[in-house]
Each structure stands twice: as C-alpha cells, then as structure tokens.
C-alpha cells in the first residue's frame, strides 16, 4: 500500500490518502481543508476514491469532505456514535468559528467492522474519550489515530462528549498493537507505537498494567 500526507485547513489537520497499489482503490482519512490537492492528486495517480474516513466528527476534520465526495462520488464513513456531530453544526464545533458545516454520512461504522482496499483490510476500533464516537483504524502495520492519540499526548476531552476516563479506557486498547506499528495522528508528527508506550505520559503509565 502506498500513502500520502496531507496538512489542511486552519486547525492544520493531517489528511491522509491511502491506497493499494494494484486496484488504486483508495481511502482518504479526515479531510479537513479544502480538497484541492487532494483531487489533483488523485487525478494525478488516477486513483479511485473508494471512503472518505472520518476519525470523529468536528469541524477540522471534515470540512473538505463535500467537496470531495461531490467531485468523486465516495462514501462517507463513520462510527455511528459520532454521526449526530456531522449535522450538528453546536455539536461539530463549525458554529465556535461563524460556520454551519453539515455533512451526511454514508456508512455508519461500528467496532470492529473492516472495510476493503483491494486485498488490504482496515478495521475500526470505537476509541471514545476525545468525542463519543472517536474511532482508530488499523491497516498493514500502520494504525490512523485520528485525535485519540498524538505523539507526546492525547486528544482534549473538555468540548462536548469528550471524557478523560473514557479516553484512557481507549488508550488501552491501543496496547494491543505491536510496538513496530506507525502511527499517523489527526494533528502533529507521525511516530511509532512503541515509543509512545516508553514516553507518553497517558499511555506509558498503562503498559505496566
């Protein structure tokens, strides 16, 4: 599989194209800014947006999503207990900043479920705490965190339906994945799982558990 990054929009998300190299089925993750050098790559590599991923449902992480879902005809996906956030602009922050972004959902994921880039598989696992419905999703030794994790820290859990307990409860599902696993954050460096489970202060301490 090959993949691609991307930093979009004010709040500088971290988008990411991501596709197998056979098909060109492709998934895009949290388009958060305006998509044009998303579709100038996809035009480019002639790549086939199959998903648009969504980690969670706020505003930076969505606000590209129409556009490109008018301009490739993808499915929008997201764990079902984010998708009230997609059409509440209170709810998906957009109405903090003097925006009503609403966005409709194709594909309500749940835990667990895995969705098909060519032969490759991603799962989603429900990572709740930084919003109700955060999810993660793993690929071939390469794990999307959306805002539940971050190199060096964590999502925030103060805005509507975060809850610091809930997210440290997440964060012990991430153990599960081999310390070799890249893992590519919503906002910031990439890293590796292993050296977030020697360093980051909310997940280091949940390793000797």
């Known amino acids: 599989m090959r993949l691609q990054q991307f930093t979009l929009g004010e709040m500088q998300v971290n988008t990411y194209l991501l596709w197998d190299e ?3 089925e492709t998934a895009c ?3 958060g800014g305006p998509p044009e050098e998303l579709l100038t790559e996809i035009r480019d590599k002639k790549l086939t947006l199959k998903y648009i991923i969504l980690t969670h ?10 556009t490109l879902k008018e301009q490739t005809g993808a499915l929008v996906a997201i764990h079902t207990a984010d998708a009230d956030l997609l059409t509440n602009p209170a709810l998906n922050l957009s109405a903090m900043f003097g925006m009503k972004v609403v966005v ?4 309500l994921l749940s835990d667990g479920e895995v969705l098909c880039l060519g032969s490759n598989m991603l799962k989603a ?3 709740p705490g930084h919003t109700q419905g955060s999810m993660v999703i793993s690929g071939p030794g390469l794990l999307f965190s959306g805002d539940t994790l971050f190199a060096g820290n964590v999502g925030r859990t103060d805005l509507p339906t975060g809850d610091p307990a809930t997210l440290t409860s997440s964060l ?3 153990l599960q994945f081999s310390d070799e696993t890249r893992l590519f954050p919503g906002h910031g460096p990439d890293t590796i799982l292993g050296r977030e489970k020697q360093n ?4 280091k301490p949940l390793v000797a558990r």
């Open 104 to 107: 409709k959902a194709d594909q």
């Open 172 to 174: 012990r599902k991430l």
């Open 57 to 66: 449902g706020h505003y930076d992480h969505i606000g590209g999503v129409n």
């Open 200 to 203: 980051n202060p909310f997940l």
């Open 22 to 24: 056979e098909t060109l």
């Open 125 to 127: 696992y429900h990572t």
């Open 29 to 31: 993750f949290d388009p």
